[in-house]
């Protein structure tokens, strides 16, 4: 039974490490946080980087 509880508060730890990682890397976050601080926010991705070169 201890095992099992053991396996529940893993998966739970790395479900919120995997969340918090999305988080910090969401280019809308990043965007609006550029936004607010009055800066510039470049992103480039392989779609767009067809579209630029």
């Given at each position: 039974m201890l095992?099992?509880?053991r396996i529940?508060?893993?998966a739970l730890v790395i479900y919120f490490i995997a969340k918090i990682i999305k988080?910090?890397?969401?280019?809308?976050?990043?965007?609006q946080?550029?936004?607010n601080g009055k800066r510039y926010f470049?992103?480039?991705t392989?779609?767009?980087?067809?579209?630029?070169?």
């Open positions: 095992w099992l509880i529940a508060i893993l988080y910090l890397r969401n280019p809308k976050r990043k965007l946080h550029a936004h470049f992103m480039m392989l779609k767009i980087f067809g579209k630029t070169f």
